[in-house]
C-alpha cells in the first residue's frame, strides 16, 4: 500500500493531483474490498439453505423467503461499500 | 448392486445417493411475491422519498432519489425474477444464479450510476443516500409482514 501511495506520488505532477489519484485509488479499494464480504457471506446463505431444502423439502417456500430476504439485507453492505466509492470517485 | 432409498414418515422416497444440488425447487416462487410487496411499497413511498430529498438538496437531489429508489427496485425485481426462474430448474443452478446475480446486479447499478454521474440533474450524495436508505428501509418494511406470517402463516397482515 505505501508503494503504491510513493507511486501515485512519484507521478502526480502536484499535490492535487496526487490527492486525486489516492483518492480514486482508495475509492477503487473500497468498493473492492465491500464486495467481497457480502459475496461470501451471499455464498455461505445459498449453500445453507440449499441445505435446508435438501433437508426438508417441504419447507422450501419458507427458506427460500428467508433467503431471499438473506439475500437483500447481505447486499446492503455492498451498496454501501457501492455508495461509499461513487462519494470518493465523483462527488 | 443393492440401491438404497430413504422413505420420510408420510413423505416421498428418497434416494440416499442423490446430491441436494441436483434437485429442483417445487411449487410457487416466494421471491416473487416478496418482490412484488416491495415494489408496490416502494411506488407508494416514492413521492415522499422524492419530496424529502428534494427538500434537502433540491430538485437535482428529487431527480436523484427517484433515480436511487428506481435502481433498488430494478434490483429487487431482477433478484427476484433470477432466483424464480433458475429454482424449479435445480438448486446449483439457483446457487450460481444467486452469486452471480449479486455480480451482475452490482454491474447494473455500478453502470446506471456511471452513467448518470455527469448530469446536470443529478445529485450524487442524493442517490447514494437514497439507495441506501430506500433499500434498506423497504427490507425492513417488507420484513415485518413476512415474519409475522411465517410465524402465523394464517394470519397474513394486510399491507
Known amino acids: ?91 | 448392486m443393492k440401491k438404497y432409498v430413504l422413505r420420510r414418515p408420510g413423505g416421498p422416497l428418497v434416494n440416499e445417493k442423490l446430491s441436494p444440488l441436483a434437485m429442483a425447487a417445487q411449487g410457487q416462487a416466494p421471491e416473487v411475491t416478496v418482490s412484488k410487496d416491495i415494489i408496490r411499497r416502494g411506488l407508494i413511498a416514492a413521492p415522499i422519498v422524492m419530496l424529502v430529498s428534494g427538500v434537502i438538496w433540491g430538485l437535482t437531489g428529487a431527480w436523484s432519489a427517484g433515480i436511487g429508489l428506481a435502481l433498488v427496485l430494478l434490483n429487487f425485481g431482477l433478484a427476484a425474477l433470477l432466483i424464480s426462474w433458475a429454482a424449479p430448474i435445480s438448486l446449483a443452478l439457483m446457487m450460481g444464479v444467486s452469486l452471480f446475480g449479486y455480480l451482475l446486479r452490482l454491474g447494473l447499478i455500478s453502470l446506471a450510476v456511471y452513467l448518470v454521474r455527469d448530469a446536470s440533474w443529478i445529485s450524487l450524495p442524493a442517490l447514494g443516500v437514497t439507495i441506501i436508505v430506500s433499500h434498506l428501509g423497504l427490507l425492513f418494511w417488507e420484513m415485518r409482514f413476512i415474519a409475522a406470517s411465517l410465524a402465523f402463516p394464517g394470519l397474513r397482515p394486510n399491507a
Not at chain 1, 503504491?4 to 505532477?13: T, Y
Not at chain 1, 455461505?44 to 433437508?55: D, H
Request: aromatic content about 8%; cysteine-free.
Open chain 1, 1 to 91: 500500500m505505501e508503494a503504491i501511495a510513493k507511486l501515485i506520488m512519484a507521478d502526480a505532477a502536484t499535490p492535487a493531483d496526487a490527492k486525486n489519484a489516492a483518492a480514486a485509488a482508495s475509492a477503487g479499494y473500497a468498493y473492492g474490498l465491500a464486495a467481497i464480504g457480502p459475496g461470501i457471506g451471499i455464498g455461505y446463505l445459498v449453500g445453507k439453505s440449499v441445505e435446508a431444502m435438501a433437508r426438508q423439502p417441504e419447507a422450501a417456500g419458507m427458506v427460500r423467503t428467508t433467503m431471499f430476504l438473506g439475500i437483500a439485507f447481505t447486499e446492503a453492505l455492498a451498496l454501501i461499500g457501492f455508495v461509499v466509492f461513487i462519494l470518493l470517485k465523483f462527488a
